[in-house]
């Protein structure tokens, strides 16, 4: 795997920023296709262009047509149009999904560096710009290519939450004629009056997070519920046929004892099924979700503590 | 709270710059208004020329609606323009938004492939409309507005494809952008066409400016300050940080800013610049937005906050611990 990093023109990054402001209000996620091109180790991204939202009155929509279309429109103008990626917005940093998982496995698969950008417009809103760049590792990648998600299959490829995704490092590359546009930009404009991101509030966003944390621990509690049962169930299982094997060989015993011909020794398999194996995909999913939450609710702490402190500098002197 | 209202009593006490010969305590009084008057005038009147030279330039007109660009528009024209074809000296592409009574919000654009030459101009209506549909499935609110071209003035040909968007919608307005930077700037105006001439004979068009603004949402406004912060870098590329490096960062910004002001107060107390009302009431509103709380109260609050965090930590800690062992054991 090459080292890739992303190089995102501005251009993309202004589209992606309103698309959502102004299609997802209401709903959970925008989602999007990223163009570009892969320049020795870096990925860049030139473009990009937003996706419909599924609606109810749309169900003859083709979407596989109108990215035909936009891409063929888009070439005549000069523009990138090669796939790199798809991008998509997240409320409150969950995103670990089995549509993720299902989408970027399939753009992976066609194309070997495509990334997923996941842009979180709550925290941008709130001071920090958060656009983040995902990649399935290999080893997420062969799992995913067999379909094999039993426990046995995963502990073969041993594989934790933590190696589901690789995060691809950003940068923000701007052309020298964007340049000029930005320091134009400046002269004209008034200065940022809001300053979000000192912003001192902090519980409606903690209560917020916390609670899609509790939410996805009841989950997985459950899944491990379900798990913890089939390998009480196996066990049984296991016990139950060793004790018919032992008490057919005493029977053939005593019959040979008496000379009776043996009873057929039966295919003990097909007596007793064995228990269906829960898929862990869901876990690991879930595991990696509640991982992704852990880490920003740290963030979001670590930036609080430190303007609590300045806070309190500032009622110190007066 | 004391250097501004020493400020406002040095100006009060400061005497008449010309010398005046002794007169009665009323008259100083109005000598020194009058002086006072004088030297403001003084002060002022350079600045707005300077003003009014430069609104001359940038906002010449008064009538019809303001046009506001989201800086989204802006970024896909220079793009455009760096991706154009050979032999092609300007771009030109559609403008999509959304009209209110006074104002035009243009919130989107894409460009439209045309072959310029000198006495005939062709544009691609076709795909013009192509995408004008492809972009509605996306968002039906927006609307076209009107049409961008990029390059310093109005040509004739120009004309005809005002004429064409006109067709589209109604007035559209046209806005042109200067890339190659010939004023040294990249001079971004908006223009609507009226008719003139006499009528019943020849009627011209004439190009009306219209005043340009920016408008950003919020989330866009943080976006684009991320890549102002790209312009002084000399590779002009920067990462995104994340954490409590943000947080110093902006309380960097504010410090720069509070310096500047700092210069600013002292400047005028040692007489350098003559002190401004406006900016003294600023000063005051400030110092006073820090709020007066008892100790003893903020300490509470300090305290419970951050034990509130701290208590937050640990929890996540704690389940990223318990799912990472849950991982172990599983696999073993």
Redesign the interface.
């Known amino acids: 795997w090459p080292d890739l990093k992303d190089g995102t023109w501005s251009v993309v990054l202004l589209k992606i920023i309103k698309h959502y402001q102004e299609e997802g209000q209401g709903s959970e996620v925008v989602q999007g296709v990223l163009l570009g091109l892969v320049v020795e180790d870096r990925l860049e991204i030139t473009n990009c262009f937003p996706f419909p939202q599924h609606t109810e009155d749309d169900a003859d929509f083709d979407e596989v047509q109108y990215q035909m279309e936009m891409m063929r429109s888009l070439r005549h103008v000069n523009i990138d149009h090669l796939h790199v990626g798809w991008y998509q917005s997240t409320y409150y940093g969950s995103f670990v999904s089995r549509a993720l998982l299902d989408s970027q496995f399939s753009y992976q698969h066609a194309i070997e560096e495509s990334v997923v950008l996941i842009y979180d417009p709550i925290k941008t809103a709130q001071g920090s710009l958060s656009l983040k760049a995902y990649r399935l590792t290999p080893k997420l990648m062969e799992i995913c290519k067999e379909k094999d998600f039993t426990p046995e299959g995963l502990k073969k490829a041993n594989i934790g939450f933590e190696h589901m995704f690789e995060e691809v490092p950003i940068l923000i590359k701007n052309s020298h004629l964007i340049n000029a546009l930005m320091w134009d930009l400046e002269d004209k404009s008034t200065v940022a009056d809001k300053h979000e991101l000192l912003n001192l509030s902090s519980s409606n966003h903690l209560e917020k997070s916390l609670q899609l944390l509790m939410d996805r621990v009841d989950d997985m509690s459950q899944d491990i519920v379900k798990y913890n049962t089939y390998s009480r169930n196996q066990s049984k299982q296991q016990q139950q046929k060793h004790q018919y094997v032992q008490r057919r060989q005493q029977e053939n015993t005593q019959r040979q004892s008496r000379g009776e011909p043996p009873l057929p020794e039966e295919d003990t398999s097909k007596m007793f099924k064995p228990p269906q194996p829960p898929p862990r995909m869901d876990t690991l999913l879930i595991a990696g979700q509640i991982n992704n939450y852990c880490q920003n609710v740290k963030e979001f702490t670590s930036q609080n503590l430190g303007k609590l402190f300045m806070a309190e500098a500032l009622q110190g002197h007066n | 709270m004391t250097p501004i209202a020493g400020a406002q009593q040095r100006r009060s006490i400061s005497p008449p710059p010309q010398k005046k010969p002794k007169t009665t305590s009323m008259q100083l009084r109005v000598n020194r208004g009058r002086a006072q008057h004088r030297a403001w005038r003084y002060t002022c009147q350079p600045k707005t020329a300077a003003r009014r030279h430069s609104l001359s330039l940038?906002k010449m007109s008064v009538y019809g609606p303001v046009v506001k660009i989201?800086?989204?528009v802006?970024?896909?024209i220079?793009?455009?323009?760096?991706?154009?074809?050979e032999g092609a000296s300007r771009v030109i592409g559609t403008l999509l938004g959304t009209i209110d009574k006074h104002s035009i919000e243009v919130?989107?654009c894409?460009?439209?492939?045309h072959n310029e030459s000198e006495d005939e101009v062709a544009v691609?209506m076709e795909?013009a409309k192509?995408?004008y549909d492809?972009h509605k499935?996306?968002?039906p609110?927006e609307v076209i507005i009107g049409w961008y071209a990029t390059g310093f003035d109005i040509t004739e040909h120009s004309v005809l494809i005002h004429e064409y968007y006109s067709r589209e919608a109604t007035n559209p307005i046209h806005l042109t952008m200067d890339?190659a930077?010939q004023s040294g700037?990249?001079s971004?105006r908006a223009y609507v066409s009226a008719q003139m001439g006499v009528p019943g004979k020849t009627v011209g068009v004439m190009f009306t400016p219209l005043t340009v603004k920016?408008v950003?949402?919020?989330?866009?406004?943080?976006?684009?300050?991320?890549?102002?912060r790209?312009?002084v870098l000399p590779n002009?590329?920067?990462?995104?940080t994340?954490?409590?490096s943000?947080?110093?960062g902006?309380?960097a910004?504010?410090q720069d800013m509070l310096t500047t002001m700092l210069a600013y107060i002292d400047d005028v107390l040692s007489g350098k610049v003559a002190a401004d009302n406006s900016v003294g009431r600023f000063l005051m509103d400030l110092v006073n937005k820090?709020p007066?709380?008892s100790?003893e109260d903020?300490e509470n609050m300090?305290n419970s906050?951050?034990n509130?965090?701290?208590m937050?930590?640990y929890?996540?800690?704690l389940?990223?611990a318990q799912?990472?062992l849950?991982?172990k054991l599983?696999?073993l």
């Open positions: 940038s989201h800086p989204v802006l970024a896909s220079c793009d455009s323009y760096e991706r154009r074809n919130t989107n894409f460009s439209v492939p691609d795909f192509n995408m492809l499935r996306v968002s609110t890339t930077l700037k990249m971004i920016y950003y949402y919020d989330t866009e406004r943080i976006g684009v300050d991320l890549l102002q790209t312009r002009r590329t920067k990462g995104l994340s954490d409590l943000q947080v110093g902006s309380a910004r504010v820090v007066t709380i100790a903020f300090l906050n951050i509130d965090l701290l937050v930590t929890l996540s800690n389940t990223q799912i990472a849950n991982e599983v696999l």
